[in-house]
């Protein structure tokens, strides 16, 4: 006795209001979508911990931003060996000015917030990260940001911080006047939606690449509908039998009216493949990754990966440096009492070496120009 037949076997004496529709709908989600939060912790568990795009664009930009060489001047003269240079090199005694920097980005690509705590105990000068979501922004009577508070630990007593010891990097938020906006709440539906279509072609894979459908009872004559005890035992069978990846290939028995129709569209209607490679582009576009450099098939917007990585370089990474230097040159100055103007050095990066070596030839075979002028241009 197959367990249809153990569903019908048991008759009631209930009224037909508390009869059931006669079908079962199996994978159906109706309604209107319904979004995460952008929580600190769902963006970074959401995004960055489970969707590969948004974990190569954010390591991608925070190591290509940390790896462009800075500069300093001081009092308008370069000057590698002071405070604020050594201090770049080596922030603090555990991390590199490399490792440093790249979580300095990591951070404001994920929060849209990055805190640089500056301390000096006697003539030692150390810089530290601050975690983004356990810093918050007190203001006094007049709105105005009036100290740090840090929690060290999310248990922990709350640190009260003077504001001339943090230095505050943030994205540009047009409805917050204290925080940043990362690039990942404009990713967010996009990363939801290539998560999504990822785990139902993995479910699919568990059923034996089957999609969903509905068990309809077309009722024998003289019977009554499926009663409520009837409708929960079958749901449960069904669940229980013929889903998931122990139930795949598993032939179903029907009988007593019982029918099988498929209610979902094909994977090949739904374009799965298609629909992940656009969001994949959309989150893309929104750290200022070209598509091209993540290996998305069916974009050229670019004619080659060099041009690319160009792009890349002027567009996204430079202004992330731009904007560290901006923010350390002035706490530098407030804190040496000096002026010290930090840049990035991007005369010495290889994504524009083509560019430098074009202009080099075409300043060599100027005429108009005397071998003066094109040392002067060349090597001043």
Known sequence: MNFFSRLFSNTTNE?????????????????????????????????????????????????GAARIPLKILVSGKGNVTHPAMMLLNQPNTT????????????????????????????????MHLLRPDRVKIMTNQMGYPAYYQYRPHMEGKPQNIDLS????????????????????VAAMRANEIHNRAADFQKSLLD?????????????VPGAPNLTKDQFARLKSELENHYTGAGGAG?????????????MSLSPADMEFSNIRHNTARDIALAFGVPPMMLGIPG????????????????NTLIPLSEMFCEVMSRKFSEKFQDDIQIKPDIDELPAFLPEREANRQFIA???????????DMLFS
């Open 95 to 126: 991390q590199s000015g490399f490792a440093f920097r790249t979580k300095l980005f990591g951070y404001l690509q994920l929060s849209g917030n990055s805190y640089v705590e500056c301390s000096t105990a006697g003539n030692t000068h150390n």
């Open 299 to 314: 974009d050229n917007t670019y004619s080659n990966y060099q041009e690319a990585v160009r792009v890349f370089t002027r």
């Open 15 to 63: 009224t037909k209001s508390d009869f059931l529709p006669d079908h079962i709908a199996l994978g159906f989600n109706g309604g209107q979508a319904v979004w995460q939060d952008q929580s600190y912790h769902t963006l970074c568990r959401e995004g960055y911990r489970k969707n590969p795009v948004i974990y190569s664009c954010v390591r991608m930009t925070a190591d």
């Open 207 to 219: 059923n034996s690449a089957r999609p969903s459908g509905c068990l309809v009872y077309q009722g």
């Open 165 to 184: 010891r943090i230095a505050h990097l943030k994205y540009f938020a047009p409805d917050d006047d204290y925080y940043g906006q990362s690039p990942m």
């Open 250 to 262: 598993r032939p179903m028995v029907l009988e007593g009216g019982l029918e099988w129709r498929t």
């Open 365 to 375: 075979n100027a005429n108009f120009l005397s071998d003066t002028q094109k040392y």
